[in-house]
């Protein structure tokens, strides 16, 4: 599932997420839960310090809930996503 809980954009489509969390996939992960949450600079400030003890915002994090089957969240700062991405020439 994606949950947008931010006013960033521009944004890539559900289904741009849809499709690279497919092409990342394994065949033994059928039935995988991943829920994509892009957030905004504070919640993830939040989150990074809460779980890494890190002050300010990261551009991904990443919660294991399960592997069999496959359960999880992606946290997703997109400015920092969008910095990087730039910085490496990368689409």
């Known amino acids: 599932s994606l949950h947008i809980a931010t006013e960033q954009s521009p944004l890539p489509s559900e289904q741009d997420f849809y499709q690279w969390v497919s092409a990342v996939l394994l ?25 890494r003890d890190k002050k300010g915002p990261t551009n991904v994090l990443s919660f294991t809930l399960d592997h069999d089957p496959l359960v999880g969240d992606i946290v997703i700062y997109a400015p920092i996503v969008a910095k990087e991405a730039k910085a490496q020439n990368k689409d």
């Open 27 to 51: 065949p033994e992960h059928e039935g995988a839960e991943i829920g994509i949450r892009i957030v905004d600079e504070s919640e993830s400030a939040t989150l990074n310090e809460q779980y």
